[in-house]
Nanobody
């Protein structure tokens, strides 16, 4: 079994910072891309940031220069440092990881259950 679990959401004032973490665990053989998606109320889920196993990153234009994605391959963990937060960043943030387990040759996209980030004064 493979699990992906997010942590670090919460309530923050505009202009503040939060750091999200996402750890993959279980029978993992390898992890390719890892990323953070978000879904605001009444909107579709969208990509916020993504990082390859080699460290290459890409960001949504709306978060560029404010958010930083990073990963610790030894810990199977991806982070999202969010600075200068705005009310429009309010959303449920989901972790995604492309994982090959040690019991299958298939690479599967695993999703966490999400963590709520609320930016409000």
């Amino acid at each position: 079994q493979v699990q992906v679990l997010e942590s670090g959401g919460g309530l923050v004032q505009p202009g503040g910072s939060l750091r999200l973490s996402c750890a993959a665990s279980g029978r993992i053989f390898s992890i390719n891309d890892m990323g953070w998606y978000r879904q605001a109320p009444g909107k579709e889920r969208e990509l916020a940031a993504r990082i390859t196993s080699g460290g290459s990153t890409n960001y949504a234009d709306s978060v560029k220069d404010r958010f930083t994605i990073s990963r610790d391959n030894a810990k199977n963990t991806v982070y999202l440092q969010m600075n200068s937060l705005k009310p429009e960043d309010t959303a449920v943030y989901y972790c995604n990881a492309a994982i090959r387990s040690d019991y299958s040759a298939d690479r599967i996209n695993y999703w966490g259950k999400g963590t709520l980030v609320t930016v409000s004064s």
